[in-house]
């Protein structure tokens, strides 16, 4: 009874990881660019205060892509939570540099128009 009962959890666990494992190579290879991206922040001088960020994202990716890998072999629990745990983190912030980015943009688009700097972009486009 006992055992039907594990084999029924690790059959689900191996089921409801399935759409995660099917684009684990992905994922790896998102958190290897981000890696790569990190290394290529580093190397400048201001870069390197903010570095750090793409590195964990991408340590976070790979970290996913391994527990998925675990959770759909072994029909491990456990391993499924930590991957789905570490995709939210990585969503999380992720949309929160966006919601930075897009605030920015916002502030920036106003200054400009606030201090007519836009209009002394516009002078320099040529018109066609």
Known sequence: METDKLEFEENLVKEISYPLFSSKGWIKFLGILMLIYGIFVAISIVGIVIAW???????????????????????????????????????????????????????????????????HFQELVPDY
Do not use: C
């Not at 966006?98 to 943009?105: P, S």
């Open 53 to 119: 960020l793409p590195i964990w994202l991408g340590v976070l990716l790979i970290q996913t892509s391994s527990r998925i890998e675990q959770a759909q072999a072994q029909g491990n629990k456990a391993a499924l939570i930590k991957a789905q745990n570490s995709l939210s983190t990585y969503f999380t912030v992720y949309g929160v540099l966006a919601l930075i980015g897009i605030i920015i943009t916002v502030v920036v688009t106003i200054v400009f128009f606030a201090t007519g700097m836009f209009a």
